[in-house]
């Protein structure tokens, strides 16, 4: 493994881990929106022994399921091809495909804006929101390194000046 690559498969499982928790977030909203919402919550609360009867848990569950079911179908579909892009971007990355890191640095960067606002406008869970932001970014300036280095080994084994000049 090259020098350039060696972090591409860290990346990559970052990326896959993350289409993972997406995949499992996406099909929990469709589970909810095919049954009755409360009683898959009911289910899932039994599984993992908590007292369903509870008034903070029913709280909970009015939240959860206050939702209308087409909005919940909106956001499983949403979150599954989230998950689709990180996939694939991640199996890119595993594979040293050129293309799974453009295609990383435009999406990391697409979204960077909507992950800052997410740190400041919703402080719920803030330290998880700044350490994922903090990862995208050192991912982002890597791979920007790592295409630019590409880039002008490319441009000097050519021949070619690395200039912009015609």
Known sequence: MDRQTRLLPLIAAFKICKACLLFTVAFGLHRLWRGA??????????????????????????????LPPARLHELGVGTF????????????????QKWAEYMTV???????????????????????KAVVLLMNVVILVYLLWNLV???KVETARRGVPLTLEK
Do not use: C, N, Q
């Open 37 to 66: 919402a409360g009683d898959i919550l009911v289910g899932w609360m039994h599984a993992v022994r908590i007292d369903p009867d509870s008034h903070i848990v029913h709280g909970i569950i009015s939240k959860i399921t206050g």
């Open 81 to 96: 091809f989230y998950g689709l892009m990180f996939a694939t971007e991640g199996i890119g990355l595993l594979l040293k």
């Open 106 to 128: 435009i999406t990391t960067t697409t979204f960077l804006p909507l992950e800052v606002y997410e740190l400041f406008a919703k402080p719920e869970h803030r330290w998880v």
């Open 149 to 151: 280095k590409a880039r």
